[in-house]
């Protein structure tokens, strides 16, 4: 009895932790992964899980002989069940490396998948497409190079009109490009941006959330910058993202992070980001903003922190270009709005995923430095004591947190105004208590902001003893010049 | 982090901004050894900045699997049969006959029947294979569009157009939408004849090239020794039919014709 108990209960349990314990070691990998740059990651689509849901591996190895046999039924079988079943069962073993490999060294082998992708049977067709799909998920370089002769026919059917083998094509393009540079550069020239671009008509959902996939993966290439942006930004695809990202009943959230995703990689590669703006990128990001935190107050918030990074990340580095005057791009983002958004999605990050608060912070330091309209709007929002509360977080936040109020506070005397009284001081007395050196040297920033526009507060700082709490940093030597200048406008105060 | 309730009314309130404060800046602000300025700040791509949101998005592609909503199951109807004149294939499941459709039906030369994957290259095959004017224009002028979506070049010959398409497009030599038609007697449809064997193109694979356009259980097999299917009655499919617009129906549906 407690035996049978004990065997149905440990899987369960230790599933749990085990799935816990994978998604720690997965997390380390990314990380080191993304600091060698060789941060890659595939998507796998197959429909038939439910066989692997049992724990059973379903993966077969198959020998040459056995791959060979597959292919020629697939090939001559004599009905076309029959043909479909040997693809079907050529895929499942393609799932294995060691298939994999055995595949790739058998002469032709490609070449005859290649013949069942352009095969009148449309389902042997689909089937062959998925064999390329699992060949495509491989871990190892030389199977996504015996694809290349696939590529151009790929590109082909993404021209299509049947859904399914777009979505798949689509997929299996994306695996490849990250795997392989001799995949990507002959992608260019045979002619993805433009089949890309006519794709995103496409009504359909699936495909849409497929093309975005595999064009962030191309976006996201070192040679991205030189090769595929100027040739993405000179298509149609950016207006037709855009389109995509604008909020509404049509926007799908696993499409939207797609995109969003894709205009961070052009982005950040500040090849002309001009152009985005002038297709109004800034208002529809901003729009998204407004939509995201409308979402997260309706507690609409499943996967919302997925789409909210990219978002962020996108409308911060918009806001650092200098056409933003330019062409009107402070025009397109002058809602007050969007900095209540903001609060609203920080207050979500710092709940769901603590991690990304810096990257709110970010958006909200160049909303504020150069614009005397956002930091009113903190201001007459009342949202420094927020802002406040999240001062104790990480060093990074606590600079970030710092930094927005001193851009209110450079602003002058209107602004300090509304500084003091109030909850700062006693924080910047609690920040000059760190031990970091970035905190406490932009605690001291503020120090000298507040006390020379509001020279009020330094009463109240002495009283607070605010002499003692810069003693301690007397000695530090990236301190202490700025630490003897407030000690002696204290003292003079 | 505590929200001023007034907030999320703001949210849902209209557009605008309330007058901004007077900016008054005094010189000495942010002066030696102080180094405050206010200003935007631009992250590169690799920026240890974005580590976290990297990482978080990686494991989201890697985890695609529990994320979305994937329907393993496809429901199945009751059979149903393909309702394109000349076509019996039979389908349970709804998703199936659509892929079938898209892809054997949708781009179709209405003069000789053939299936193409795209509409450009159907629309292509259309001018070239039927077009009546078509010889006659080209003999003056560069006619022969370059398959690739997107690229504009025209050319004198296919074989120029093969060229370019190895050269500038990386296509492989024996891209099998590419199939140029030859100057045959006239009132005989082009697609009823095997190609003769001098325009097998490099490595004598041409064969299974065919594939969209003749019945598939004549593609060659690659793993077979060369010799055997060299042979012009092999070649021959045996489901082809001659003669103007007649439907060429594929063994298999032949044989579910049989059947039902």
């Given at each position: 009895?407690?035996?049978?108990?004990?065997?149905r209960?440990?899987?369960?349990g230790?599933?749990m932790?085990?799935?816990?314990?994978?998604?720690?070691?997965?997390?380390?990998a990314?990380?080191k992964a993304?600091?060698?740059?060789?941060?890659?990651?595939?998507?796998?689509?197959?429909?038939?899980?439910?066989?692997?849901?049992?724990?059973v591996?379903v993966?077969?190895?198959?020998g040459?002989d056995?791959?060979?046999?597959?292919?020629?039924?697939?090939?001559?079988?004599t009905?076309e069940?029959?043909?479909?079943?040997?693809?079907?069962?050529?895929?499942?073993?393609l799932?294995?490396?060691?298939?994999?490999?055995?595949?790739i060294r058998?002469e032709?082998?490609?070449r005859?998948?290649?013949?069942?992708?352009?095969?009148?049977?449309a389902?042997?067709?689909?089937?062959?497409?998925?064999?390329?799909?699992e060949?495509?998920?491989?871990?190892?370089?030389a199977?996504?190079e015996?694809?290349?002769?696939?590529?151009?026919?790929?590109?082909t059917?993404?021209?299509?009109?049947?859904?399914?083998?777009i979505?798949l094509?689509l997929?299996t393009?994306?695996?490849?490009?990250?795997?392989?540079e001799a995949?990507?550069?002959q992608?260019?020239p045979?002619?993805i941006?433009?089949?890309?671009?006519?794709?995103?008509q496409?009504?359909?959902?699936?495909?849409?959330?497929a093309?975005?996939?595999a064009?962030?993966?191309?976006?996201?290439?070192?040679?991205?910058?030189?090769?595929?942006?100027?040739?993405v930004?000179?298509s149609?695809?950016?207006?037709?993202?855009?389109?995509?990202?604008?909020?509404?009943?049509?926007?799908?959230?696993?499409?939207?992070?797609?995109?969003?995703?894709?205009?961070?990689?052009?982005?950040?590669?500040q090849?002309?980001n001009?152009l985005?703006?002038?297709?109004?990128?800034?208002?529809?990001?901003g729009?998204?903003?407004?939509?995201?935190?409308?979402a997260?107050?309706?507690?609409?918030?499943?996967?919302?922190?997925?789409?909210?990074?990219?978002?962020?990340?996108?409308?911060?580095?918009?806001?650092?270009?200098a056409?933003?005057?330019a062409?009107?791009?402070?025009m397109?983002?002058?809602?007050?709005?969007?900095?209540?958004?903001l609060?609203?999605?920080l207050?979500?990050?710092?709940?769901?995923?603590?991690?990304?608060?810096?990257?709110?912070l970010?958006?909200?330091?160049?909303?504020?430095?150069?614009?005397?309209?956002?930091?009113?709007?903190?201001?007459?929002?009342?949202?420094?004591?927020?802002?406040?509360?999240?001062?104790?977080?990480?060093n990074?936040?606590?600079?970030l947190?710092?930094?927005?109020?001193?851009?209110?506070?450079?602003?002058?005397?209107?602004?300090?105004q509304?500084?003091?009284?109030?909850?700062?001081?006693?924080?910047?007395l609690?920040?000059?208590?760190?031990?970091?050196?970035?905190v406490?040297?932009?605690?001291?920033?503020?120090?000298?902001?507040?006390?020379?526009y509001?020279?009020?507060?330094?009463?109240?700082?002495?009283?607070?003893?605010?002499l003692?709490?810069?003693?301690?940093?007397?000695?530090?030597?990236?301190?202490?010049?700025?630490?003897?200048v407030?000690?002696?406008?204290?003292?003079?105060g | 982090?505590?929200?001023?309730?007034?907030?999320?009314?703001?949210?849902?309130?209209?557009?605008?901004a309330?007058?901004?404060?007077?900016?008054?800046?005094?010189?000495?602000?942010?002066?030696?050894?102080?180094?405050?300025?206010?200003?935007?700040?631009?992250?590169?791509?690799?920026?240890?900045?974005?580590?976290?949101?990297d990482?978080?998005r990686?494991l989201?592609?890697?985890?695609v699997?529990?994320?979305?909503?994937?329907?393993?199951?496809?429901?199945?109807?009751?059979?149903?049969?393909?309702?394109?004149?000349?076509?019996?294939?039979v389908?349970?499941?709804?998703?199936?006959?659509?892929?079938h459709y898209?892809?054997?039906?949708?781009?179709?030369?209405?003069?000789?029947?053939?299936?193409?994957?795209?509409?450009?290259l159907l629309?292509?095959?259309?001018?070239?294979?039927?077009?009546?004017?078509?010889?006659i224009?080209?003999?003056?002028?560069?006619?022969?569009?370059?398959?690739v979506?997107?690229?504009?070049?025209?050319?004198?010959?296919s074989?120029?157009?093969?060229?370019?398409?190895?050269?500038?497009?990386?296509y492989?030599?024996?891209?099998?939408?590419?199939?140029p038609?030859k100057?045959?007697?006239?009132?005989?449809?082009?697609?009823?004849?095997?190609?003769?064997?001098?325009?097998l193109?490099?490595?004598g694979q041409?064969s299974?090239g065919?594939?969209m356009?003749?019945?598939?259980?004549?593609?060659?097999?690659?793993?077979e020794?060369r010799g055997?299917?060299?042979t012009?009655?092999?070649?021959?499919?045996?489901?082809?039919?001659?003669?103007?617009?007649?439907?060429?129906?594929?063994?298999?549906?032949?044989?579910r014709?049989?059947?039902?």
């Amino acid at each position: 009895m407690w035996n049978q108990r004990h065997g149905r209960l440990r899987p369960v349990g230790c599933g749990m932790e085990e799935l816990r314990r994978r998604r720690r070691e997965r997390e380390a990998a990314l990380r080191k992964a993304r600091r060698e740059q060789q941060l890659v990651s595939k998507r796998l689509l197959r429909d038939d899980a439910p066989e692997e849901a049992d724990g059973v591996c379903v993966a077969l190895i198959l020998g040459e002989d056995e791959i060979q046999q597959f292919l020629r039924l697939a090939q001559r079988g004599t009905e076309e069940k029959e043909k479909e079943r040997a693809l079907a069962t050529l895929r499942r073993g393609l799932q294995h490396p060691e298939t994999q490999q055995t595949f790739i060294r058998l002469e032709g082998s490609m070449r005859t998948l290649v013949g069942l992708l352009t095969s009148n049977q449309a389902l042997l067709q689909l089937e062959a497409a998925r064999c390329l799909h699992e060949l495509s998920h491989s871990e190892q370089p030389a199977v996504a190079e015996a694809c290349l002769p696939a590529t151009s026919y790929l590109l082909t059917y993404v021209s299509g009109h049947s859904s399914d083998l777009i979505e798949l094509c689509l997929y299996t393009l994306g695996n490849l490009i990250v795997e392989s540079e001799a995949v990507r550069r002959q992608l260019l020239p045979q002619g993805i941006v433009p089949a890309l671009a006519a794709c995103i008509q496409s009504p359909h959902l699936t495909v849409l959330e497929a093309l975005g996939y595999a064009l962030s993966q191309l976006l996201q290439a070192k040679e991205a910058p030189e090769k595929f942006i100027p040739s993405v930004l000179g298509s149609t695809l950016p207006q037709q993202m855009l389109r995509l990202l604008q909020p509404g009943p049509k926007l799908n959230p696993g499409v939207a992070v797609e995109f969003a995703w894709c205009l961070h990689y052009i982005i950040c590669s500040q090849v002309n980001n001009a152009l985005l703006i002038t297709h109004g990128a800034l208002s529809t990001l901003g729009l998204l903003l407004l939509d995201l935190a409308g979402a997260i107050q309706r507690s609409e918030d499943a996967g919302l922190e997925l789409l909210v990074c990219p978002v962020l990340r996108c409308l911060s580095n918009l806001l650092t270009e200098a056409a933003v005057e330019a062409v009107g791009g402070q025009m397109q983002l002058r809602d007050e709005r969007v900095v209540a958004a903001l609060f609203i999605l920080l207050q979500f990050l710092l709940q769901k995923q603590p991690s990304l608060l810096p990257e709110g912070l970010w958006l909200l330091n160049n909303l504020t430095a150069n614009s005397p309209s956002f930091c009113t709007s903190l201001l007459s929002l009342n949202l420094i004591e927020p802002l406040l509360q999240l001062l104790p977080g990480s060093n990074v936040v606590s600079v970030l947190v710092l930094t927005v109020l001193c851009n209110v506070a450079e602003k002058g005397p209107a602004y300090c105004q509304h500084l003091w009284p109030g909850p700062l001081l006693p924080s910047l007395l609690d920040t000059l208590a760190f031990s970091d050196t970035e905190v406490v040297g932009q605690s001291l920033e503020l120090l000298q902001l507040l006390f020379l526009y509001r020279p009020e507060a330094v009463q109240a700082f002495l009283q607070q003893s605010g002499l003692q709490a810069l003693e301690r940093h007397e000695e530090e030597a990236q301190l202490q010049d700025r630490v003897h200048v407030l000690q002696q406008t204290a003292l003079r105060g | 982090m505590q929200l001023p309730p007034a907030l999320h009314a703001r949210l849902l309130a209209g557009p605008g901004a309330s007058e901004p404060l007077p900016v008054e800046r005094d010189p000495s602000a942010g002066a030696a050894p102080f180094r405050f300025a206010a200003r935007r700040v631009r992250f590169p791509r690799e920026h240890e900045f974005f580590e976290d949101g990297d990482v978080q998005r990686h494991l989201y592609l890697q985890d695609v699997l529990t994320q979305v909503a994937w329907a393993p199951e496809r429901p199945r109807v009751p059979e149903f049969t393909c309702q394109v004149a000349g076509c019996c294939q039979v389908f349970d499941v709804l998703e199936a006959y659509e892929h079938h459709y898209h892809t054997l039906h949708r781009n179709v030369c209405s003069f000789c029947k053939r299936a193409f994957p795209s509409g450009h290259l159907l629309d292509i095959h259309i001018l070239e294979w039927h077009d009546s004017l078509f010889q006659i224009l080209s003999e003056r002028q560069d006619m022969y569009q370059c398959l690739v979506e997107g690229c504009t070049e025209k050319f004198k010959t296919s074989k120029d157009r093969k060229d370019h398409l190895v050269r500038r497009h990386l296509y492989p030599a024996d891209f099998r939408f590419d199939k140029p038609k030859k100057s045959r007697g006239p009132g005989l449809p082009a697609a009823a004849l095997p190609e003769p064997a001098e325009t097998l193109p490099e490595g004598g694979q041409q064969s299974e090239g065919d594939d969209m356009e003749v019945c598939s259980e004549h593609m060659a097999t690659p793993l077979e020794p060369r010799g055997e299917r060299r042979t012009l009655g092999h070649r021959i499919p045996s489901t082809i039919c001659f003669g103007q617009g007649a439907a060429r129906g594929f063994k298999s549906t032949k044989k579910r014709n049989k059947q039902h």
